[in-house]
C-alpha cells in the first residue's frame, strides 16, 4: 500500500492522463463505464428482487454486494467513469496540472459517454431482453426509481455527496494498492456501503429511471429534475470531500 502522500501524486498523475486521452478514447471508454456501472444495477436489480421480502434491509445488502463489480472492471480493465473523473480530474487540478478548460470538457465528454452507455444497457438488456420489465423485476426496477425520483432536490444534492465522497475513496484507495486483489478490495467496500445506504449516484440513475421510462412508469422530466442536482451532488462529494481535502492535508505549501 502506498502512503496517503503517495497516493496523491498518483491521484494527480491519473488525472493528468485523463485528460491526455485521444477523443475517440474518451468516448468508447465513457460508454464502457456507463454500460458497466449499470450492468452492475442491473444485477442489483436482479438479485435484491429474487430476495424474499422477510430479509428486510438484509436484501438491500446482498444487492449492494454485486454492484461495485461495475466499478471493479471500469478501474481494472480499463473504462471512464464521470464520478471517478470527479475526484482524479479535480485534483491534478488543483495542482495546475490541467486547465479549468480542459476540467469542464473533460467532464462534459465524459457525462455524455456515460449516458450513452447507460440508455444502452437500459434499453437493450433491460428492455428488450426483458431483464427490468417483467414481475417482481418491474416492480423492483420502479420501486427504485421511483425512491430516486421521490427525493427533494436539496436531499439528491445531499445524497449524491455521500455517494461520491464514497466512490472518490474507492479510487483513491484502488490508486494507493500495489497489487489486483488490493484494488479490488479497496473499490469493493466503499462502493458496496454507499449502494447499501441508497445514496444516489447520477450515472447508477441514468439507468435505473430511463430503465423505469421505457416501462412507462416515470418521465424525462423526472429524470433531469433528478440527475442534475445528484450530478452537482456528486460533484461537491468527488471533487471537494475528497480531491479537495486530501490535497489540502497532503500537499506541502510553499
Given amino acids: ?28 471508454l465513457g460508454f ?11 444485477a442489483y ?8 421480502e422477510e430479509w428486510g434491509s438484509f436484501a438491500s445488502f446482498v444487492g ?42 473533460n467532464w462534459g465528454t465524459i457525462t455524455l459517454a456515460n449516458f450513452v452507455g447507460a440508455i444502452f444497457v437500459a434499453y437493450f438488456f433491460g428492455h428488450v431482453t426483458g431483464l427490468t420489465n417483467s414481475g417482481h423485476f418491474l ?14 432536490p436539496l436531499q439528491a444534492f ?5 455517494c461520491n465522497w464514497f466512490v472518490g475513496l474507492s479510487l483513491w484507495l484502488c490508486y494507493g494498492a ?27 440513475n441514468m439507468f435505473v429511471i430511463p430503465a423505469a421510462i421505457f416501462e412507462g412508469q416515470a418521465t424525462w422530466g423526472e429524470f433531469i429534475t433528478n440527475v442534475i442536482p445528484v450530478y452537482i451532488g456528486n460533484i461537491v462529494g468527488g471533487a471537494v470531500m475528497v480531491s479537495g481535502l486530501y490535497y489540502l492535508a497532503f500537499k506541502h505549501h510553499d
Fill in 1 to 28: 500500500m502506498y502512503s496517503p502522500d503517495e497516493i496523491m501524486e498518483i491521484s494527480i498523475q491519473m488525472g493528468t492522463k485523463k485528460i491526455a486521452k485521444p477523443l475517440l478514447a474518451k468516448l468508447i
Fill in 32 to 42: 464502457i463505464g456507463g454500460a458497466m456501472i449499470s450492468l452492475g444495477y442491473l
Fill in 45 to 52: 436489480i436482479r438479485v435484491i428482487a429474487s430476495v424474499a
Fill in 64 to 105: 449492494a454486494t454485486v454492484f461495485p463489480i461495475g466499478l471493479i472492471v471500469i478501474l481494472l480493465g480499463g473504462g471512464e467513469l464521470i464520478t471517478g473523473n470527479m475526484m482524479a480530474v479535480a485534483i491534478a487540478w488543483f495542482d495546475k496540472k490541467v486547465s479549468g478548460k480542459e476540467l469542464i470538457i
Fill in 139 to 152: 416492480t423492483e426496477t420502479v420501486t427504485v426509481a421511483q425512491s430516486k425520483i421521490a427525493a427533494t
Fill in 158 to 162: 445531499i445524497s449524491g455527496i455521500g
Fill in 178 to 204: 500495489k497489487d489486483a486483489a488490493g484494488k479490488i478490495l479497496g473499490i469493493w467496500f466503499p462502493v458496496m456501503v454507499f449502494v447499501a445506504i441508497g445514496f444516489q449516484h447520477s450515472v447508477a
